[in-house]
């Protein structure tokens, strides 16, 4: 009888453990989804290219991090050889 009831309550536990799995992983793909959007949200907010014939040159490398959040930045031309930088 004792062993029965280890049995039964081993393969309960193995349930719940399975479900509980399952609602991980389904929370992790709507966390990935919604880093993902966010990575694109970002990377359409990057500065555009300045023109070659500024004498001022702007670089930046996008890295699509784990966590949202960061920091910002702008590069505009404002006419003639002005050129507004912004953090």
Do not use: C, M
């Not at 349930?15 to 959007?37: C, F, G, P």
């Amino acid at each position: 009888k004792l062993l029965t009831e280890l049995v039964y309550r081993y393969a309960g536990l193995e349930r719940d453990l399975s479900a509980a799995n399952a609602e991980l992983r389904n929370r992790q793909e709507i966390l990935d989804a919604d880093l993902h959007a966010a990575a694109n949200i970002q990377k359409a907010l990057l500065p555009k290219p300045l023109s070659a014939d500024l004498p001022v040159k702007a670089a930046w490398h996008f890295v699509p991090s784990e966590k949202i959040g960061g920091d910002i930045f702008l590069v505009n031309r404002l006419g003639g050889l002005l050129v507004e930088l912004h953090k």
